[in-house]
Each structure stands twice: as structure tokens, then as C-alpha cells.
């Protein structure tokens, strides 16, 4: 028996093949991207893959490279492009991308980037804990990374295996008449564990930076670059609760708190409560 397709469905299905040749696959539509990141897809069949941003010039990108999850729709696996781009040398906000394929447009989307100050930053160092990610058994450490100009992920870690992320978080003394805000940052630097206090007066409209290094739950800190010299011991007691305790401040003239002098610093969502 001899079977009879509408044109309409011989056209679908040959349109859906021709779809299914290539695709550009980074940066998706309207995708955040920041720092040296790459831009990358496939085709089954080109002479020449070109890249353009904004209305800038095209580029070529290199094209051929094994992608052995092309082989169903292409019938062979050197079909894969990809290039590395630094998305900082952009300015931050949405952004405009276009493939051309043997100098035919085949793709057109936006994305966003959000950059620093300067396209390539130098000196940087920094880190932060992710909590239960990439699932509730697991703790992340993201690192500043200055050739990727990005943060990475180095180490994986037990969920609740190191305090550090309990540390990150803005706090205000329990009970206290004054209006003093502490915003705190926990991380590694020079791959040691590392608390960063932030110490605003609001009534004075002053601020004081201190930082020292972590041990289990307790860090010392202090502030070597101020008229005043003072140090504090930060201990977590629990998730909503780190106690604060003078262990000196000079000259005495000019400190209103005394060695010895203990604070309870309160999570700032759980004051009032």
C-alpha cells in the first residue's frame, strides 16, 4: 500500500531537520555573563563559523572540534566551535549576539553581561561559602580566580563541615542605646580561613574595618591602619548569636569600650523579634 504526506507535513519535518544542524549554545538568550568566559556550539556542516557582538566586526571562530553528542544528527563528531572571550572588555547591561554560519545569520539573541571596574582586574583575592549547593549534604567554596577574572569553585565540602558561611551576615549589638551596624565576611585568604568585620556608627557616620584570621568558630581581629588601635575575639555562639569580646584598645583617650568588655552581637533579621 502506497502511503500519501501532505506537503505541509513533508515541509515540517524537513524544516525540523534543517533546525537540528547546528545551534549556538553559549551565551543563551538573555544569559548574565561576566569575566573571560567562552562562547561555543555546533554545526554539521560549515566552511566558516563567524561571531558578532553588537554591531562590531565578525570574527572568526575555530571550527571542528570533536563533539561526540553531534554524531545522531550529523553522522560524524567534528562539528563543535568555541572561542574564549573576555565579556569585561563590554559594558555592563544587555548585549546583542549573532552567528553567522558560511556568512549566512543563522542565530540572533541578547544577553547580559555584569562587569568590575576594568575589563582585566589584578591583585584581587577573595572567597565566599555556598550553603547546601549543589544539593543540602554539600558546602561550596567559591574562589577569585584572576585568569578567569571569575569566581570558581574550589572546594566541595560536607554541609556544616567548616562555620565560615555561618559567619557572612549583618549584625547589631544586643541592647545597645548606639546605632552601630557590623556587616561580616567570612573566606580564605592565602588559602587560610579569614573573618572580615565591617564596623559602621551611624550616629557618627564613621567606619571601622577589621579582619584576622579563623579558627573553628573563634577569629581575632584587628585594625592596624586606624588612629585607634583595638582588637576583638568573635565567637559564633549559633547561627543568629556571635559574641564579641575588647581584648584591647588604645590609646584609652579614645575608646569608649575597655578590655575585657564582652557584646552580644545579634543577627539583624532576628533583632526585635
Known amino acids: 500500500m502506497r502511503y500519501r504526506y501532505p506537503l505541509a507535513l513533508i515541509l515540517m519535518l524537513s524544516t525540523s531537520l534543517t533546525q537540528a544542524k547546528g545551534a549556538l549554545e553559549n551565551p543563551k538568550p538573555d544569559d548574565p555573563v561576566s569575566g573571560i568566559g567562552t562562547i561555543y556550539g555546533w554545526n554539521c556542516d560549515a566552511q ?4 558578532q557582538i553588537d554591531n562590531g566586526n565578525r570574527f572568526a571562530i575555530p571550527y571542528g572540534s570533536a563533539r561526540g553528542d553531534t554524531q545522531k544528527p550529523c553522522g560524524d563528531k567534528d562539528n563543535g566551535f568555541v572561542t574564549q572571550y573576555n565579556f569585561g572588555l563590554l559594558s555592563n547591561g544587555e548585549h546583542r549576539i549573532r552567528l553567522y554560519v558560511d556568512g549566512t545569520k ?13 575589563p ?39 554541609t556544616g563541615s567548616h562555620p565560615l558561611a555561618g559567619f557572612n551576615g549583618l549584625w547589631r549589638v544586643k541592647n545597645s542605646a548606639g546605632n552601630v551596624l557590623f556587616q561580616t565576611s567570612a573566606g580564605y585568604r592565602n588559602n587560610d580561613p579569614w573573618l ?26 584587628d585594625d592596624e591602619y586606624s588612629s ?12 543568629d548569636e556571635m559574641r564579641m569580646t575588647v581584648l584591647h584598645c588604645a590609646p584609652v583617650s579614645s575608646c569608649n569600650i575597655h578590655t575585657g568588655d564582652e557584646f552580644t552581637l545579634l543577627r539583624k533579621e532576628t533583632v526585635g523579634q
Open 106 to 118: 543563522e542565530q540572533d539573541r541578547n544577553f547580559r553581561v555584569t562587569r568590575l571596574a576594568e
Open 48 to 51: 566558516t563559523i563567524e561571531i
Open 120 to 158: 582585566y582586574m589584578r591583585g584581587l583575592e577573595g572567597s565566599s561559602v555556598v550553603t547546601e549547593f549543589p544539593d543540602k549534604d554539600h558546602d561550596i567554596t567559591l574562589t577569585w580566580s584572576e585568569s578567569t577574572q571569575n569566581f570558581q569553585i574550589t572546594s566541595i565540602e560536607p
Open 196 to 221: 572580615t568585620l565591617s564596623m559602621l556608627d551611624m550616629d557618627f557616620n564613621s567606619l571601622q574595618i577589621y579582619s584576622g584570621l579563623l579558627e573553628g568558630r573563634t577569629a581575632v581581629i
Open 228 to 239: 585607634v588601635d583595638a582588637a576583638f575575639e568573635m565567637k559564633l555562639l549559633n547561627n
